[in-house]
């Protein structure tokens, strides 16, 4: 749990720019937040144009989403964002895509990060992650539908891993009775690693 290994992380991700030399449009640093002590880290897809302003990772209309169904988890947003790691695939806004949606960032883009995601797991050590979004989700337990990955915990490496769906207002498939039923029971699981981890 080095503080200051992490600091020096922090700091050459805040000045990367391997995207911007391979032609991509980033439009932000890069956005993240949290010790080295923390037990749970949360992995999204990239930040958004809110967390472009904020600076705060998870900070706009999908963040409050999660932090809606962390708080029926048993995490308080203040306490988790003081006292966890919060991160992403990609670590600078992508910008606009065709759709006006937020662009998702490309195989390359998330190539060019990995080594940061890397560095943190090694210098964080979460015990728990929690993968958010299916650009997230693929990274760490591969391509799979939804339905049998939402609210199940697996184990992998050495940690444990509960990914829940992407809580954009654009992700139709939060709609679906059927999906809200999983991301319930997984939440539930989330409540119970609470307990049993002392989170």
Not at 45 to 56: D, N
Not at 61 to 78: D, N, V
Not at 92 to 112: F, I, N, Q
């Amino acid at each position: 749990m080095d503080e200051a290994s992490l600091a020096k992380l922090h700091e050459e991700m805040r000045h990367c720019r391997r995207c911007l030399k391979a032609g991509y449009p980033i439009t932000s640093g890069a956005i993240f937040s949290g010790p080295a002590t923390a037990t749970v880290m949360v992995v999204g897809q990239a930040p958004g144009v809110r967390e472009k302003e904020t600076g705060l990772p998870f900070s706009g209309p999908a963040g409050k989403r999660l932090f809606s169904w962390l708080a029926k988890a048993g995490f308080e947003e203040e306490e988790f964002r003081a006292m966890q790691y919060i991160t992403a695939i990609t670590r600078c806004y992508p910008g606009k895509g065709r759709s006006r949606g937020d662009r998702v960032p490309t195989a390359e883009e998330r190539k060019l990060c990995a080594p940061f995601l890397v560095c943190e797991l090694d210098l964080v050590q979460p015990g728990l992650i929690i993968p958010v979004g299916r650009v997230a989700i693929d990274h760490f337990l591969g391509r799979g539908k939804l339905a049998d990955l939402i609210g199940v915990v697996f184990e992998k490496d050495g940690r444990l891993f509960l990914p829940l769906p992407h809580p954009s207002g654009a992700n139709l498939w939060l709609n679906r009775p059927k999906s809200q039923a999983l991301i319930r029971a997984a939440l539930g699981r989330l409540r119970q690693l609470k307990k049993e981890m002392a989170l």
